[in-house]
C-alpha cells in the first residue's frame, strides 16, 4: 500500500539506513509490527546501535533531531514506545514505515509489515559507496509521486535551475460542489498547502540522494563521490530551505529506461485522509466528503487503470474514452452530472501525483493522453473494489 509521504524524517535516508540495519537485524524473514519498528528505552538492541548520527555530550549519546538528549522518545525517525510522551507522535512511525514501503524496502499490508530482498540489499550495503548510490535511485524510481515530479521537469535541460515553486504535489482539487442536508458544499479532495510543503520537500531530498538533482547553493562535503554522500549535511539538516535547485540527469533518458513503476499510489491512497478534517466550519464538509469518497476514489483509480493500459497496449487514449468510461456507470464514477466535465480535467492531474504521468496532444478536435510510463498493477490495485475492475476491464476503446 503506497502512500503519500508527508513528514521531514522520512527525507533522510542515513537515518532509514541505520532503521533497516536494526529491522533486518531483529525481524529477518519474519513479519513485524509498527510498534516493533519504535526505539524501546533500555532493550538490549535499538535503532541506535546502528546510527551514524548520533550526537554525544560528554556522558550519552543521543538523536541529534531531539532537542532533549533524555528524551525517552529516543529516535527522531520512529519515536519510542513509551506511552508517557506525546502520543500524537505516534504518526512518525507509520510515515517512515510509509516510505521504506514507498522505496521498496519492506512490504507493509495494514499494521503487518516485512522486509524485501531489496530492504536486505540496502541494509547491507555500506553507506557513502556506490552501491549505496545505485540503491538509492532505484528506490527513489520506484516511487510514483517522484516520476510525477520528473514529468514536470522534463522540459528542463541537464544543468538547468528551477524553482521549487514551480512543482505542484498533491492530490487534485476538483472544485466539485454538491447538495448536503439542503446547503451547497464544496468537497475538500485536494491537498491542503503545508502538506504540500512536506511532500515536496521530502521527495526532493530524496531525488538529491538519488543523483537525479542538487541543490543550488548548498555546500557539498566533497566535489566528488556519490551524491547522497556528497550531499551529505544538507540531506541530514534539520531544515532544507533551498528554494531552487538543478538537473543532475536527463530527465528524458530517465523515461526511456524507466519501465514499470513498482510502487505507484494504490486505492486508497487516491485521496486524502478526509477524516482528518477537524477544522472550525469544516464537520459539514468533513462528512459530504467522505459520503462521495469511494465514488472520488473509483473515478482517480479508473484514470490510473485505463492510463496503464494503453501503455501495455501501446496506443494513446482519447479524453473522450475517458469520459465514456465513467458516464457509462456514474453510480460508480460521477459525483455532479452538471460539472462532471471540468471535474474530470481537473482530476486527470492525479496521474502525476500516483506515478504514471501523461504528455497530451490534439487531432481532429480530439484529446489524447501518452502515458510515459507502466505502474505495477498489483500494487495499484490494491482494495480496488471488484466491480470497479471489472467495468473497466470489459470497457473497449
Given at each position: 500500500?503506497?502512500?503519500?509521504?508527508?513528514?521531514?524524517?522520512?527525507?533522510?535516508?542515513?537515518?532509514?539506513?541505520?532503521?533497516?540495519?536494526?529491522?533486518?537485524?531483529?525481524?529477518?524473514?519474519?513479519?513485524?509490527?509498527?510498534?516493533?519498528?519504535?526505539?524501546?528505552?533500555?532493550?538490549?538492541?535499538?535503532?541506535?546501535?546502528?546510527?551514524?548520527?548520533?550526537?554525544?555530550?560528554?556522558?550519552?549519546?543521543?538523536?541529534?533531531?531531539?532537542?532533549?538528549?533524555?528524551?525517552?522518545?529516543?529516535?527522531?525517525?520512529?519515536?519510542?514506545?513509551?506511552?508517557?510522551?506525546?502520543?500524537?507522535?505516534?504518526?512518525?512511525?507509520?510515515?517512515?514505515?510509509?516510505?521504506?514501503?514507498?522505496?521498496?524496502?519492506?512490504?507493509?499490508?495494514?499494521?503487518?509489515?516485512?522486509?524485501?530482498?531489496?530492504g536486505y540489499e540496502f541494509?547491507?550495503?555500506?553507506?557513502?559507496?556506490?552501491?549505496?548510490?545505485?540503491?538509492?535511485?532505484?528506490?527513489?524510481?520506484?516511487?510514483?509521486?517522484?516520476?510525477?515530479?520528473?514529468?514536470?521537469?522534463?522540459?528542463?535541460?541537464?544543468?538547468?535551475?528551477?524553482?521549487?515553486?514551480?512543482?505542484?504535489?498533491?492530490?487534485?482539487?476538483?472544485?466539485?460542489?454538491?447538495?448536503?442536508?439542503?446547503?451547497?458544499?464544496?468537497?475538500?479532495?485536494?491537498?491542503?498547502?503545508?502538506?504540500?510543503?512536506?511532500?515536496?520537500?521530502?521527495?526532493?531530498?530524496?531525488?538529491?540522494?538519488?543523483?537525479?538533482?542538487?541543490?543550488?547553493?548548498?555546500?557539498?562535503?566533497?566535489s566528488s563521490g556519490p551524491?547522497?554522500?556528497?550531499y551529505r549535511d544538507f540531506?541530514?539538516?534539520?531544515?532544507?530551505?533551498?528554494?531552487?535547485?538543478?538537473?543532475?540527469?536527463?530527465?528524458?533518458?530517465?523515461?526511456?529506461?524507466?519501465?514499470?513503476?513498482?510502487?505507484?499510489?494504490?486505492?486508497?491512497?487516491?485521496?486524502?485522509?478526509?477524516?482528518?478534517?477537524?477544522?472550525?466550519?469544516?464537520?459539514?464538509?468533513?462528512?459530504?466528503?467522505?459520503?462521495?469518497?469511494?465514488?472520488?476514489?473509483?473515478?482517480?483509480?479508473?484514470?490510473?487503470?485505463?492510463?496503464?493500459?494503453?501503455?501495455?497496449?501501446?496506443?494513446?487514449?482519447?479524453?473522450?474514452?475517458?469520459?465514456?468510461?465513467?458516464?457509462?456507470?456514474?453510480?460508480?464514477?460521477?459525483?455532479?452530472?452538471?460539472?462532471?466535465?471540468?471535474?474530470?480535467?481537473?482530476?486527470?492531474?492525479?496521474?502525476?501525483?500516483?506515478?504514471?504521468?501523461?504528455?497530451?496532444?490534439?487531432?481532429?478536435?480530439?484529446?489524447?493522453?501518452?502515458?510515459?510510463?507502466?505502474?505495477?498493477?498489483?500494487?495499484?490495485?490494491?482494495?480496488?473494489?471488484?466491480?470497479?475492475?471489472?467495468?473497466?476491464?470489459?470497457?473497449?476503446?
Open positions: 500500500m503506497a502512500y503519500l509521504i508527508n513528514r521531514n524524517p522520512a527525507a533522510r535516508f542515513e537515518c532509514l539506513h541505520a532503521l533497516m540495519k536494526f529491522l533486518a537485524h531483529n525481524f529477518r524473514d519474519k513479519t513485524f509490527g509498527l510498534k516493533d519498528a519504535k526505539y524501546e528505552e533500555g532493550a538490549a538492541d535499538t535503532v541506535k546501535n546502528y546510527c551514524t548520527l548520533l550526537r554525544y555530550n560528554g556522558l550519552i549519546k543521543f538523536c541529534r533531531y531531539k532537542q532533549n538528549p533524555l528524551d525517552m522518545a529516543g529516535c527522531g525517525l520512529t519515536n519510542g514506545k513509551d506511552k508517557d510522551y506525546d502520543t500524537t507522535k505516534s504518526k512518525e512511525v507509520s510515515n517512515t514505515i510509509n516510505a521504506l514501503h514507498a522505496l521498496g524496502f519492506v512490504e507493509r499490508n495494514n499494521r503487518d509489515v516485512s522486509i524485501t530482498d531489496f541494509a547491507d550495503a555500506e553507506y557513502g559507496q556506490d552501491l549505496m548510490q545505485k540503491i538509492i535511485f532505484k528506490a527513489v524510481l520506484s516511487y510514483g509521486p517522484e516520476i510525477g515530479i520528473l514529468s514536470e521537469l522534463e522540459s528542463y535541460r541537464k544543468g538547468q535551475e528551477f524553482s521549487i515553486n514551480s512543482l505542484k504535489i498533491g492530490y487534485p482539487n476538483s472544485e466539485e460542489q454538491v447538495h448536503y442536508n439542503n446547503v451547497l458544499v464544496s468537497l475538500s479532495s485536494g491537498s491542503e498547502k503545508d502538506s504540500m510543503t512536506r511532500t515536496k520537500s521530502c521527495l526532493l531530498a530524496w531525488l538529491t540522494a538519488a543523483g537525479v538533482i542538487e541543490p543550488v547553493g548548498a555546500a557539498s562535503v566533497s551524491s547522497h554522500l556528497r540531506l541530514n539538516g534539520p531544515l532544507r530551505n533551498k528554494g531552487s535547485y538543478r538537473l543532475s540527469m536527463d530527465i528524458g533518458g530517465i523515461f526511456k529506461k524507466l519501465g514499470e513503476v513498482t510502487r505507484p499510489l494504490d486505492y486508497d491512497n487516491l485521496t486524502k485522509l478526509t477524516k482528518a478534517l477537524r477544522e472550525n466550519n469544516q464537520e459539514l464538509i468533513r462528512k459530504a466528503t467522505l459520503k462521495y469518497e469511494t465514488v472520488i476514489k473509483n473515478r482517480r483509480f479508473a484514470i490510473l487503470f485505463l492510463l496503464n493500459d494503453s501503455f501495455k497496449k501501446g496506443r494513446e487514449i482519447s479524453y473522450t474514452a475517458v469520459k465514456n468510461v465513467m458516464l457509462s456507470r456514474s453510480d460508480l464514477f460521477v459525483v455532479n452530472k452538471d460539472s462532471f466535465d471540468s471535474t474530470l480535467k481537473k482530476e486527470m492531474s492525479i496521474a502525476n501525483i500516483a506515478g504514471i504521468p501523461y504528455s497530451k496532444s490534439v487531432r481532429d478536435g480530439e484529446l489524447y493522453f501518452h502515458a510515459k510510463n507502466s505502474v505495477n498493477f498489483h500494487e495499484l490495485s490494491k482494495n480496488a473494489p471488484a466491480d470497479v475492475i471489472g467495468v473497466l476491464k470489459s470497457f473497449i476503446y
